[in-house]
């Protein structure tokens, strides 16, 4: 099994930088994808970032640009640089993993789960 839990969120301004952690507990050896997703109040859960073991990322269209993840070394520690926010950037932030080799946005594909981080734009 694989624990995850975020760190990092809280109340901004708009226009504010923010940086997310996600630090993995347990068999954290067999963790190949960390992936960000979000999901704001009535809204249904949107995927965000994902990288792979070797580096490889994918961003959602709608962040890229603003939004960086990173996996600083073989320790599965990893970061959501999120800058220029936005109020509709208001919403809880959940780090997700798996361990099948596949780097993507479907939920679906992430069996292990943090339980969230909410994060909160003002104007």
């Known amino acids: 099994q694989v624990q995850l839990v975020e760190s990092g969120g809280g109340s901004v301004q708009a226009g504010d930088s923010l940086r997310l952690s996600c630090e993995a507990s347990?068999?954290?050896?067999?963790?190949?994808?960390v992936a960000w997703f979000r999901q704001g109040r009535g809204k249904e859960r949107e995927f965000l970032a994902a990288?792979?073991?070797?580096?490889?990322?994918k961003y959602a269209d709608n962040v890229e640009g603003r939004f960086t993840i990173s996996r600083p070394g073989p320790k599965v520690a990893v970061y959501l640089q999120m800058n220029s926010l936005k109020p509709d950037d208001t919403a809880v932030y959940y780090c997700?993993?798996?361990?099948?080799?596949?780097?993507?946005?479907?939920?679906?594909?992430?069996?292990?789960w943090g339980q969230g981080s909410q994060i909160t734009v003002s104007s």
């Open positions: 997700a993993a798996e361990s099948r080799g596949r780097l993507g946005s479907d939920e679906n594909w992430y069996p292990y």
């Open positions: 347990g068999r954290t050896f067999t963790i190949y994808t």
């Open positions: 990288i792979s073991r070797g580096g490889t990322t």
